[in-house]
């Protein structure tokens, strides 16, 4: 009996660990139970005698751990009490009872189950002595040995297995009248204690609500939809372990660990397409290109990335400002990396390599070369600040010698096709002529022509030489 008792829940509480709700829901249990009683009549001495009683009781299905049942029951027995201020001086009452009621159900850690009973029992009672002689009332028929009796009772059940459980209860039964040991004493009504030990069965506990193949008793999710793969608690599989299940997953092979969305994907917070666990620019602006390590795109590599670069094609060796264009230390228009010359003083004028012109040859100028990548922004016919210089000097040459005309050229790498390489050669060539002529310099001395890419002056199968190619020529036109 020990080892059902104490060793059976440990058994049950491994079947049952993972029980969801009630584990009594929708089934039928039948009871056999037997025990002590304890007439509480008119006789001063209390003494114990023994009953049993079957019961079959139904659960209400729920999934809440209360639950309420119904119960049926059939008990037998007897009561029996002693005073030697009465004649007979003892006496001992048979009974047995037919009756019903309701129960409500509790729950301890889905092994142990306290409850709360209260019902009706029809009984029948036979008071005799000791020699089983019918006592003097009962043998005259004075009283009705039938009468209706109203029960309580508290009881624990524990799980031994999925169908068998161990109870043990205290009750209490109450008779309208005051006949169970014949007799009668104003004001006093008969009344039983009960206690009782027994065993019950469980029928249809293998209930699969859900169709999962995990019976309800065992199932962690009992609402899980039709066809879904479940593991052993009958919950859906997330195969790799990100909480949502596989048949939801539209990312079902996430990293173990990677936070993801309620369809199991990757969080993209930037929404670079990077996701967030491999993305180590995880703030990249709205719309940017991004590589790999959903880092912005820097094609030129010059550490400034492409949208907010405005030289996307700086030579790899050169260094840059902040918006990605070539330094010009001494802002003589010839950025460093092509300047031979980088510290000339300020407002010399200097030769396409950067290098001041000698005294002797600046007479009058007669071509000035502006480099595209530092006197105008990329791709645009906008004059950047540093076209400035050079362009002031010559206005000032072209003032002091007005007899003078001057054919200003422009010209392109070879990328790009034919025709927009000449409409930005052309764009660049009056974009200087418009400066020079808001300069006080009259339009009708200029003649413009866009070369395009036809006439380089390096390879342009390099990026240094592309720069080179890139320029706009301000040549005297000598009659």
């Not at 009549?41 to 079957?54: A, C, E, W």
């Not at 719309?287 to 820097?298: F, H, R």
């Not at 020079?436 to 036809?454: A, D, K, N, V």
């Amino acid at each position: 009996m020990m080892i059902l008792v104490f060793g059976g829940p440990l058994f049950a509480q491994e079947q049952r660990a993972f029980r969801r709700g009630h584990a009594f829901s929708g089934t039928l249990m039948f009871g056999v139970d037997g025990g002590v009683t304890m007439g509480i009549t008119d006789y001063g001495k209390l003494k114990p005698d023994i009953m049993g009683r079957t019961a079959l009781e139904y659960f209400f299905p729920s999934s809440s751990s209360g639950i309420f049942s119904i119960r049926a029951f059939g008990s037998g027995g007897y009561i029996k009490g002693r005073d030697v201020y009465r004649t007979p001086e003892s006496f001992r009452t048979s009974f047995y009872s037919l009756g019903g009621g309701v129960a409500y159900n509790f729950a301890i850690i889905n092994i142990v189950f306290p409850y709360i009973f209260a019902g009706a029992s029809y009984m029948h009672f036979d008071p005799t002595d000791v020699n089983r002689n019918r006592l003097p009332r009962n043998a005259l028929g004075q009283y009705n040995r039938y009468e209706v009796n109203y029960n309580g009772e508290i009881g624990l059940r524990t799980l031994l297995t999925d169908q068998i459980s161990f109870n043990i209860s205290a009750g209490v039964q109450f008779s309208p009248n005051d006949n169970w040991d014949d007799v009668i004493a104003k004001g006093n009504n008969d009344m039983m204690l009960q206690g009782m030990i027994g065993f019950s069965y469980s029928f249809f506990t293998k209930i699969d609500s859900d169709g999962d193949g995990v019976e309800d008793s065992k199932d962690m999710c009992p609402d899980t939809p039709a066809g879904v793969k479940v593991d052993q608690f009958g919950c859906p599989l997330d195969s790799d372990g990100d909480k949502v299940p596989d048949y939801q997953d539209k990312c079902p092979d996430t990293p173990k660990g990677v936070r993801v969305d309620k369809n199991g994907c990757p969080l993209d917070t930037d929404m670079d397409g990077v996701p967030d666990y491999a993305d180590k620019c995880p703030n990249t602006p709205e719309g940017v290109q991004v590589d790999n390590s959903g880092c912005p795109l820097d094609t030129d590599g010059d550490g400034v990335a492409d949208y907010m670069d405005k030289c996307p094609d700086t030579p790899k060796e050169a260094r840059v400002d902040r918006n990605g264009c070539p330094l010009d230390g001494d802002m003589d228009g010839v950025p460093d990396y092509l300047d031979k010359c980088p510290n000339t003083p300020k407002g010399v004028q200097v030769d396409q390599n950067g290098c001041p012109i000698e005294k002797e040859k600046v007479t009058i100028t007669k071509k000035i070369i502006l480099s595209g990548d530092t006197n105008f922004e990329s791709n645009k016919a906008q004059l950047l600040p540093a076209a400035y210089t050079q362009l002031n000097r010559l206005a000032d040459v072209m003032k002091n010698n007005p007899e003078t005309r001057w054919r200003i050229e422009g010209h392109t790498d070879s990328r790009g096709s034919s025709e927009s390489n000449m409409k930005l050669s052309q764009r660049r060539a009056e974009a200087v002529a418009d400066y020079l002529s808001s300069m006080g310099i009259e339009r009708s001395r200029f003649e413009i022509i866009p070369y395009g890419s036809t006439r380089p002056i390096a390879p342009n199968n390099t990026s240094e030489g592309r720069a080179m190619n890139r320029r706009v020529e301000v040549r005297l036109i000598e009659e």
